[in-house]
């Protein structure tokens, strides 16, 4: 009876560094460590919904789909995963045992040349995946998963070829976005190379390009707060924008909007010469006005132990 079979995934691996049915306990670990991620991250998605938040894993996720090793058999090596439990749950496809099948159907998916992501996937899952390729650097050359559940006998195979398809898959792909908003800085105008930055609110800068055709449009904006769009990068490893090539810009506090060209001396490279001229600051005739006031026949040994009593009389005095 299908109910009665208890979910196994076997995970067989060959090559020169598992030949003689030894595994380094570094690469056991290593492909452990992500292939239990990957499951957790699907497994999450399945019982938090997709529109889970970033953070510790939950006990329910974690007391579903955590694996349990029940077996380690020779023939090259070959681990025998199973999740543990007393009862399976009486629903029809227990969490952990669909995540288990969604992790096996989607790398079969990924290394026949799907080129979207699979069902269950996401950046973190194909993350993971990507490090457990690094094995195939290590004397692994292929990994044969073979899974067995109350419904199901599937399996799928990860191997160099496979690990380059999954790399095509998580590559910056270019997204329609429809706003950015941030702050506009850092124009640079050379020959070429017309780039700019628009700083969020939170998060990193955003290293954007743009054409001769919005070039007054962006010195008209510097160091004012925009909605930009166009068409973004967006690395599918963590989601993240990671360019925007710019096709409008909208400015967002008109009333300090410069005219063209305004207030952008500001932002033009200064040369080191330039910069201390501008500020007012003198180059030191030679090494020794750096030392200030300090007595010259004094020794090092006797500065730093000035340094740390002054830094104890500061502690003292402000605590």
Known sequence: MADTITPRLTVHLEGPAVDRGEILLEDLAHLSHHLQGALDRIGSGLIQGEGRHPGPLPKKVRRL?????????????SLELVLPRDQFLVQELDP???????????????????REM????????????????????????????????????SGATY????????????????VNLD??????????????????????????PLPCSFDEAHRQAVLATLGHWVRAWGSADVDPMTGELTH?????????????????????????????????????????????????AWPQEESLDEFLVAIRA??????????
């Open 65 to 77: 789909c955590s694996l349990a090793l029940r077996g380690m058999h020779r023939g090259s090596v």
């Open 96 to 114: 952990g045992e669909a995540a288990l099948e969604q992790l096996v159907a989607g790398l079969s998916s990924v290394t026949s040349g799907l």
């Open 118 to 153: 699979p069902r269950g996937y996401d950046a973190g899952v194909l993350a993971r995946w990507r490090d457990i390729g690094a094995l195939f650097g290590r004397g692994v050359e292929r990994i044969d998963l073979d899974l067995v559940t109350r419904r199901a006998h």
């Open 159 to 174: 191997d160099p070829q496979a690990h380059q398809r999954l790399l095509e898959l998580a590559r910056p792909r270019a």
């Open 244 to 292: 925007l090539t710019i096709s409008g810009l909208e400015v967002l506090d008109p009333e300090h909007v410069a005219e063209p060209g305004e207030g952008y001396d500001f932002w033009q490279p200064l040369s080191l010469d330039a910069l201390a001229s501008e500020q007012e600051v003198e180059v030191p005739k030679g090494i020794g006005q750096l030392a200030g």
């Open 310 to 319: 002054w830094r104890d009389r500061d502690r003292s005095t402000n605590g």
């Open 179 to 204: 706003t950015v908003e941030g702050r506009l800085l850092m124009a640079d105008l050379r020959e070429g190379a017309y780039r700019c930055r628009i700083h969020p609110p939170a998060g990193k």
